[in-house]
């Protein structure tokens, strides 16, 4: 089966750090996504991770670890601007951009 | 570049009328895909392109047909418009070279059926 699980919501306090966790099984598992999703906008391209470990950039890194089928995104030095839904999703070997996602989970980042 | 651009942003059908919602790019990637977003839901995969001429199934591709005669458009047509099919639309492109991939996703179109 294909399955990918996310919290649904987090809540966080500007200028700290906040680490968002996505967990999946699927078949033929490639890579990972993460996207940021603003209220009633289209979602925007974070990261795409395939081999294990973390990758960094600027303020959001991701994890990710093929073998405990787990990842992560960590968002540093939180901003009000960072209110949104962050979308993790699977790629398929060779899926050629047919992504499986989880449902989101909305950060709601307080001062 | 424009990059993914979809038309209408906006549309109100009745139930059983057809319309064909647009989706264009122009960064020449082979990928299209059309996705739907419903509350509680996440964005579910209703019809893919790997190249013009080529098209499959996605999760929930019922009710829909597309077709990809071009590189840069990949339109996506309701038959018979139902309320089930009010949601958010979006069309990404995406493009791979080895094992990363990139996709960007269009604006989305929001549509309600009465």
């Known amino acids: 089966g294909q399955n990918i699980d996310q919290p649904t919501e987090m809540t966080a306090t500007e200028g700290a750090i906040v680490q968002i966790n996505c967990t999946y099984q699927t078949s033929g598992f490639n890579g990972l996504f993460w996207y940021q999703q603003h209220a009633g906008e289209a979602p925007t391209f974070l990261s795409y991770?395939?081999?294990?470990g973390l990758e960094e950039k600027g303020r959001f890194s991701s994890f990710l670890s093929r073998s405990k089928g787990y990842s992560y995104l960590l968002l540093k030095e939180l901003q009000m601007k960072d209110s949104a839904s962050y979308l993790c999703?699977?790629?398929?070997?060779?899926?050629?951009?047919?992504?499986?996602f989880g449902k989101g989970t909305k950060l709601s980042v307080k001062p | 570049n424009a990059g993914v651009t979809q038309t209408p942003k906006f549309q109100v059908l009745k139930t059983g009328q057809s319309m064909t919602l647009q989706c264009a790019q122009d960064?020449?990637?082979?990928?299209m895909s059309w996705y739907r977003q419903d509350p509680g839901m996440g964005l579910r995969l209703i019809h893919y392109s790997v190249g013009a001429g080529i098209t499959d199934q996605g999760e929930v591709p019922n009710g829909y047909n597309v077709s990809r005669s071009t590189t840069e458009d990949f339109p996506l047509r309701l038959l018979s418009a139902a309320p089930s099919q009010t949601s958010v639309y979006f069309c990404a492109s995406s493009y791979s070279i080895g094992q990363q991939e990139t996709q960007y996703f269009g604006p989305g179109t929001r549509l309600l059926v009465l």
């Open positions: 999703a699977a790629a398929k070997r060779g899926s050629q951009g047919n992504l499986i």
């Open positions: 960064m020449n990637h082979e990928y």
């Open positions: 991770n395939v081999l294990d």
